[in-house]
């Protein structure tokens, strides 16, 4: 374990725990107030609500009921209202007034139900503990508060096992928006919703070999943590019911809806190698509007800098009579000599001149949301939410070398270069709505819109072509994508249908009309065009991202019209079948048609059986339909120009790439929950997930990896400035099985409370022997999909995840320790690398919070406490060493440490 101290930069966070001494200890100088006692329970049927939550009214101190819906709070002395709240039921405030003992009757709230169980079900009677399907529930505001994660990825990696996300480095655009999984299938295989409507994708597509490659995902980190009140996971194939996407799942924020109360934190925090430093702050209100309604908003400002996680190499010359003009960074070479400090200084040179910044890049995000209900008349009510946010980052390139002349102007750097990608990147969202009661049914009528603009700015490099009047910076295009849905949706209920003959029959019905809109737009000329008239070989466009070309340009919009119905029946209290069926019609591929069934079983109120079958599908995105670029990436050991491109022009036709086909899935789960004590609950749930026709990005075709360049293949894409090239294709079918466990034990130690949580997932992907490759590339199945494409999809996600996290509160105090284990992964760096697995890791979290008084608490704490990195590369897989680690499992920024106030409005 490395010993942290300040002369490597980790000195920073020392006063914080100075500051928390201090405050704990003028904390304990308060006095201690009255202890609070009662039960909770639901108007209902009188039962007890078990996990209920108090909260001193300003501040985020508070307690949750036991299985018996009991509970115990110290509060200070004074005026002080308890806010006590439980998921679908109406939130109530208790003045105290001396009052030591309270019984709270919590009646349903029938509009707040409406919005509880907005996935997996449009039953407003469901809830996550009686539905046919598994879904998780994550208490954000918990996890603001101690988590030592600020962003939505980090978050749900370490809390979600079957949820996985990792940040990239030096991977262009990717480096920008992490990409994210769940059951190790792609991010475009899981749909995301905000308050149950559809969010939209980003425009990037990840195309640098990372997880996820070929694919768009959902940027979740453009929305603030601070405005989310909770994250609905559903862990099963919905495309039935949302429709296309939620082949793996979906994911529901649900938005926050507090009034008459605010809250703000700024957190601080850095690594323990003295970088990655980061400022996190955050403000959050909602405001009463008339008789009920809301308006509640959110801000949030992060700047991230970023992290050098790079080997450290010898500096040595290779070429000994050129000595100033040829360095490399290298571990041995027969001609090679090290160079001492005293030769740089000769030449006015320091090793800074030649490092390489290999880590996650430095970003900076500011962003507003807002989440809002007016009630109007007739029980009718407007709703709208949506945000805007924005994002600079500022990632990094392969370094150029002195000795590298084509790529390089020495009049402009000579010492070499390392190019830097700058992104803009632009988050729109706006929803509306209005919902109410019509003639027995609930209507929900509703307008979303959402767009992502993805800008390039190419800085610290030149266009070689351009010589000595080559810029260092140039703006490289950038590209669009936009999507406008809207949604009718109505649903009835009807109890103790057909004359009492079912316990209850929910009917849900309703359409989608879908508009999506992609677009690519060009770069300045020189950030793409080659100068080099004479034909000197000097490599035209910015370097590390040559620009978007006019030629490269795009704006294509497709339409998409849906019709759903959805019936769940309650035969008894102890039986639910529930069925749904979904009909899709693409402008641009054509119909499609899906259906799911689920069941429940429940023998007694403490075990319960469940299980679901469905059909599913996703429509290749307008990104893979007709994205096309040039970028750069390592062929044959260098660095060379490697192109994507569409599947309707000349070299697709010559290739015999056919035109994408949606995928299709089949998938099946069953499962069991289990309360064998009051206050332990059990889930399993085993799964399977068949997908044809998946759609990926093939190898770089061009270069056999045997032997050697293909002359025709080379002359017709150099004609296009590429030395290479890819193409998406319907290439392969892939099955996933798994099985997830979630188990929680509560344990009420009178004064205290301890929470035991473990959560498993066990997943396991494998492409099929049936390769869809078209007839004229037989004999190239390696390049079409090769075993790097193979190991991107079976092995680069861990095969195995746990977490164990144990939660304590003690009046004031609350702690969080937390172990998730990552399982081993494998990386295959055909055809120029090597297959090396990395070994499963352990990474430890730990937090401190004190509520110093009802309007400002203090946290501590750290993630990944002991240091623990991946595997270092082989050298075969680290481009000559530099790329010390990949981007796997937790990823490779080693302990982070922070401290968080939080301060009540």
Do not use: C
């Not at 190239?780 to 509160?809: A, V």
Request: hydrophobic share 35%.
């Amino acid at each position: 374990m490395k010993t942290i101290t300040s002369s490597n930069g980790a000195g920073w966070y020392l006063p914080i725990l100075l500051l928390l001494g201090i405050t704990t200890f003028s904390g304990l100088a308060f006095a201690q107030g009255q202890t609070v006692t009662g039960v909770i329970t639901s108007a209902e049927d009188n039962s007890p609500l078990p996990g209920a939550n108090i909260l001193i009214k300003g501040t985020t101190t508070g307690t949750s009921t036991a299985p018996d819906g009991s509970f115990e709070l110290t509060v200070p002395s004074g005026d002080v209202t308890l806010v006590i709240s439980y998921i679908g039921f109406k939130t109530e405030e208790i003045a105290l007034n001396g009052q030591e003992t309270l019984a709270v009757v919590l009646t349903v709230n029938i509009e707040e139900m409406a919005t509880v169980m907005v996935v997996g079900s449009r039953n407003a009677n469901r809830t996550a503990l009686n539905t046919p399907v598994p879904v998780d529930i994550l208490d954000v505001r918990e996890l603001q508060k101690l988590a030592p994660q600020v962003d939505v990825n980090q978050i749900l990696t370490y809390v979600a096992p079957s949820f996985n996300s990792t940040r990239q480095s030096s991977s262009d655009g990717t480096e920008h928006i992490d990409p994210a999984s769940l059951r190790g299938l792609g991010p475009d295989q899981v749909l995301v919703l905000i308050n149950g409507k559809r969010r939209h994708n980003t425009s990037l597509v990840n195309n640098q070999q990372t997880v996820g490659n070929g694919s768009v995902g959902t940027d979740l980190n453009a929305i603030p943590t601070f405005a989310i009140e909770r994250i609905e996971v559903l862990r099963d194939g919905a495309a039935a019911q949302y429709g296309s996407d939620a082949i793996a799942g979906v994911i529901n924020v649900v938005l926050k809806s507090n009034v008459d109360q605010g809250e703000s934190s700024l957190t601080v925090g850095g690594t323990s190698e003295g970088d990655g430093e980061n400022v996190q702050y955050n403000a959050n209100y909602g405001f009463r509007v008339g008789q009920g309604g809301f308006f509640n908003i959110t801000g949030e400002y992060l700047k991230r800098q970023d992290t050098n996680r790079t080997q450290n190499h010898e500096l040595v010359i290779f070429d000994q009579a050129e000595f100033g003009n040829f360095f490399a960074y290298a571990f041995s070479n027969d001609n090679a000599r090290s160079i001492d400090d005293q030769i740089l200084s000769e030449r006015g040179l320091t090793r800074d001149d030649f490092d390489f910044r290999i880590g996650s890049a430095q970003v900076e995000d500011a962003g507003v949301f807002f989440n809002t209900m007016i009630p109007v008349s007739s029980g009718a009510e407007f709703y709208g939410f949506g945000g805007l946010s924005y994002r600079d980052g500022r990632g990094s390139g392969f370094r150029r070398l002195p000795s590298d002349t084509d790529n390089n102007v020495a009049s402009i750097f000579p010492n070499g270069f390392q190019p830097e990608t700058q992104s803009n990147i632009l988050d729109k969202s706006l929803a509306f709505g209005i919902r109410g009661p019509l003639k027995g049914w609930d209507v929900d009528l509703s307008n979303t819109f959402g767009s992502n603009r993805f800008d390039y700015t190419i800085n610290n490099t030149v266009n070689a072509s351009l010589g000595d009047a080559s810029p260092t910076s140039f703006e490289a295009g950038g590209h669009e994508f936009s999507q406008n849905t809207t949604n009718l949706d109505l649903t009835r209920y009807y109890p103790k249908a057909f004359d009492g003959a079912i316990r209850g029959l929910n009917v849900a019905l309703g359409g989608e009309f879908r508009v999506d809109r992609y677009e690519i737009n060009a770069g300045e000329e020189g950030s793409y065009a080659d100068f080099d008239g004479v034909g000197t070989g000097k490599t035209g466009g910015a370097q590390s991202f040559p620009g978007f070309r006019p030629d490269n340009e795009v704006d294509r919009f497709r339409t998409n019209v849906a019709a759903y119905a959805d019936v769940e029946v309650d035969f008894t209290e102890q039986f639910l079948l529930a069925g749904a069926v979904r009909y899709e019609d693409y402008s641009d591929f054509g119909e499609t048609v899906n259906g799911k069934i689920a069941a429940r079983v429940s023998p007694s109120n403490r075990f319960a059986l469940r299980g679901a079958v469905s059909t599913g599908f996703r429509a290749p995105s307008l990104h893979q339909s007709f994205f096309n670029t040039i970028t750069v990436d390592i062929v044959d050991g260098v660095l060379g120009n490697t192109g994507v491109f569409r599947n309707d022009s000349r070299l697709a036709n010559f290739l015999g790439i056919p035109q994408l086909k949606e995928e299709t899935s089949v998938s099946a789960s069953a499962g069991f929950t289990a309360t064998p004590l009051e206050n332990l609950s059990i889930s399993v749930d085993a799964y399977i997930i068949n997908v044809d026709d998946r759609i990926v990005l093939t190898g770089a075709f061009g270069n056999d990896p045997f032997g050697g360049p293909i002359p025709e293949l080379v002359s017709l894409f150099q004609q296009v400035g590429a030395n290479s090239g890819r193409f998406f294709t319907n290439a392969v079918d892939t099955e996933t099985k798994g099985l997830d466990l979630i188990a929680t034990y509560d344990l009420n130690l009178g004064q205290s409370d301890l929470r035991f949580s473990l959560a498993a997932n066990f997943n396991d992907n494998e492409v099929q022997d049936r390769l869809n490759i078209p007839a004229a590339l037989v004999g190239q199945e390696d390049i079409y999909f090769g075993p790097q494409e193979r190991s991107l999809i079976e092995t680069n996600n861990p095969d195995t995840k746990i977490n164990l996290t144990l939660d304590y509160k003690i009046d004031r105090f609350s702690a969080l320790l937390r172990n998730v284990y990552f399982g081993e992964i494998t990386r295959d760096g055909f055809p120029f690398g090597d297959v090396q697995k990395h070994d499963a890791k352990i990474v430890t979290d730990v937090s401190l919070s004190y509520q110093i008084n009802p309007n400002l608490g203090l946290t501590v704490g750290g993630n990944n406490i002991f240091d623990v990195f991946p595997d270092d590369q082989i050298f075969e897989n680290s481009f000559f060493g530099v790329f010390r680690y990949a981007p796997v499992q937790h990823g490779f920024e080693g302990s982070y440490f922070f401290g968080r106030l939080s301060v009540g409005l």
